[in-house]
């Protein structure tokens, strides 16, 4: 059966219970980094170290969690190349809401000692794992369900309810240091973020169930004479991907989850006016992922990419300049972080999109998967680290603009090599 075989409200269900998942995943990564300051003191504060180590180590276990993620990209990849999409994606779930609900009942370091950031760094290393699965099979299943034409648009609604979650973790954040004390919020609000992850892993759930297979999968299943996956050809896929997608997870980190906590610890700005800027550009991002998905089913993904990514290059460094400077009120802030967020959103838009049709049916949700949450652990999981700790050691500021024109040039160089009609073909069983 072919995707222009189904009912139209079949298309709208997969996209929903596809990118429901990611919009928990991302809420939780989101309020994880927006609260980073907090969780640093209560968990990591460590007898005889300063705060900006315990801030360091907070980052080491938000990092750490991306470095699971590619283990959990191959384990459940391989489950949902094998028996499917949706058995795969209602397991991930059902777990991944556990393990962030649990986050929330961890006692702090005052009560326990070194097992609280014990407890939380394997709390984040089941949360990277479970995450790892669900990229792939989302991406997937929102692909391989979209209509002929429009795998772009799809495959943006997945990058759209990450920007969601963003807004959501960052929403909720402000929201609760709005209306409680900053004592309250060190000692108990932090909590509430993630425990709301339960009723929305509910609904998710729900949605996950009564969603069909889709038909690439049962296609590719009933061709039994089908030509077996080959490996050195999927790696080389996966290093490619990568590299594509490289300035994409640099710049969504820099400027969408850690920018709050530099705004604090290197421009000394208040935590507040750092919150709103961060909600700022993920209205930015936002805006920009639907349009750039569906400029690329007309253009071609190549081109809506390196057009991004050379922007990326150029402005990197002039939009941090213009945030550092003290003469730069809150308004002229804000519209240098929605630019920014709004070119990261042209990123989002097409990538998933361009991930999916780098690899055949029978190992799409493995090879996307893996590429996608390599990249994530290597160039998004270590942003908070890799531009702290640079800081840290040189006095230099300008750190995260290098770090974004440093991985834009890399992806340059591996989005040129895409073919301008890979968003006409059809999906390679």
């Known amino acids: 059966m072919s995707t222009s075989q189904l009912a139209p409200n079949t298309h709208k269900r997969a996209l929903v219970a ?16 927006f609260l980073a300051t907090v969780i640093a003191k209560n968990f990591f504060q460590l007898a005889g170290e300063t705060g900006l180590t315990s801030l360091i180590l907070t980052y080491a276990s938000f990092a750490i969690a991306f470095f699971f993620r590619p283990l959990g990209a191959m384990i459940f990849g391989r489950m949902g190349d094998r028996i499917g999409r949706k058995p795969t994606l209602i397991f991930v779930l059902v777990m991944m809401t556990l393990a962030t609900a649990a986050i929330g009942i961890v006692p702090v370091y005052a009560s326990i000692g070194i097992a609280a950031p014990l407890l939380i760094t394997g709390l984040r290393i089941l949360q990277g794992l479970f995450a790892g699965g669900e990229y792939g099979g989302a991406v997937s299943l929102m692909t391989e369900f979209a209509p002929r034409g429009k ?6 609604w997945q990058s759209f309810t990450v920007a969601l979650g963003l807004l959501a973790g960052a929403g909720i954040v402000a929201l609760l240091s709005a209306v409680m004390t900053p004592e309250a919020l060190h000692d108990w609000g932090w909590r509430i973020p993630f425990f709301l992850a339960l009723p929305m892993g509910i609904v998710a ?7 069909e297979e889709t038909p690439s999968f049962v296609q590719q299943q009933a061709q039994s004479a089908a030509a077996p996956a080959k490996v050195a050809e999927t790696l080389k896929a996966i290093i490619m991907g990568i590299g594509r997608v490289m300035v994409w997870s640099a710049a969504g980190y820099t400027y969408l989850v ?11 700005t208040g935590f507040n006016q750092a919150l709103l800027i961060a909600v700022i550009s993920n209205i930015g991002f936002a805006l920009t992922i639907i349009p750039a998905g569906m400029l690329s089913d007309r253009i071609g993904r190549r081109t809506v990419m390196i057009m991004a990514t050379v922007l990326l290059l150029v402005l990197a460094l002039p939009l941090l300049n213009i945030l550092q400077a003290q003469d730069s009120t809150l308004a002229v802030k804000s519209a240098v972080v929605l630019v920014a967020g709004g070119l990261v959103g042209m990123l989002a838009g097409p990538g998933p999109a361009m991930l999916a049709e780098m690899f055949p049916t029978r190992v799409r949700y493995t090879g996307l998967g893996l590429a996608y949450s390599l990249s994530n652990a290597l160039f998004s999981g270590c942003a908070g680290l890799i ?6 050691e040189t006095g230099n500021v300008d750190i995260p603009a ?4 440093a991985t834009a040039l890399v992806s340059m160089l591996a989005l040129l090599t895409l073919n301008k009609d890979d968003h006409l073909r059809e999906f390679e069983k």
């Open 18 to 33: 596809g990118s429901i998942g990611n919009f928990i995943e991302w809420y939780e990564f989101a309020v994880y980094g």
């Open 387 to 392: 531009i702290t700790g640079l800081i840290k």
């Open 402 to 405: 290098w770090y974004v024109m």
């Open 151 to 156: 795998r772009g648009l799809y495959g943006a």
């Open 205 to 211: 759930l729900w949605l996950r169930v009564s969603m």
């Open 258 to 268: 850690i920018m709050p906590t530099y705004l604090q610890s290197a421009l000394h």
